[in-house]
């Protein structure tokens, strides 16, 4: 979660004003909507965005350039999920099996070179918010490590075991896209010495070591996490 009052204080140079937190409290007290306070989330997070892209002004000119150097470095890594994000709006569907194979396979067909050289160009505004909202992540990230180390505390993060939609999207060919759990394929089909990953909801990662070999006809054991 980034913390959005932080934008409106000395660390950001004050990218927003303080008054446009206000319209980011929920005046009822027993009952949140959420999608409501995400849309108003992300509204104020835009104005931060225009106010330190306005080439007109100054006054962000280094929050500016350090945002440029953050691009420049981990595009290859954080564009194809901006535009992930974007194409999941474009097809309201969250659900990236369900686009049309020009969206579906973006990134893994020549043929749709074009296609991808477009939406890159006609959104690049959009992309570039959702880069800003990444950079503004890693900044507070990178700030709260270095203050812990000053401090001596020491932070044990937990590690996702499951993919995004996005890295699925992105890496099919490490994925077995349309198998579940209880329709598992079957054990003879399955390559031994390799890593399966297959869908239950969320991607499940199942290490599975020499099964069934076709020399022995011996199955090793197989580790789900």
């Not at 934008?7 to 009952?31: M, W």
């Not at 981990?74 to 194409?87: G, K, M, Q, R, T």
Request: hydrophobic content about 40%.
């Amino acid at each position: 979660m980034i913390p959005i009052e932080k934008l409106a204080s000395e660390d950001y140079n004050f990218l927003i004003d303080s008054k446009v937190l206000k319209f980011l409290q929920t005046k009822n007290e027993e009952k949140v909507n959420y999608k409501q306070v995400h849309k108003n989330y992300n509204k104020a997070l835009y104005i931060a965005y225009q106010n330190l892209c306005d080439l007109n002004s100054t006054k962000h000119k280094e929050l500016f350039q350090e945002f440029k150097g953050f691009k420049a470095i981990h595009w290859d890594e954080i564009a194809p999920n901006a535009v992930y994000e974007l194409l999941v709006q474009i097809n309201n569907e969250e659900d990236w099996t369900k686009w049309p194979d020009e969206h579906k396979y973006l990134y893994d067909k020549s043929e749709y070179k074009n296609v991808k050289e477009e939406l890159l160009k006609k959104y690049a505004v959009d992309i570039d918010f959702h880069i800003f909202k990444q950079w503004l992540i890693e900044r507070e990230i990178i700030k709260t490590n270095n203050e812990n180390n000053r401090e001596g505390i020491k932070i044990i993060a937990d590690t996702p075991i499951a993919f995004t939609p996005a890295e699925v999207w992105m890496n099919k060919d490490l994925f077995l896209i349309y198998v579940s759990v209880s329709s598992f394929p079957s054990i003879e089909t399955i390559p031994f010495s390799s890593i399966l990953i297959v869908s239950f909801g969320k991607p499940i990662t199942l290490f599975i070591t020499n099964v069934v070999s076709p020399a022995n006809d011996t199955m090793s054991p197989l580790f789900i996490c």
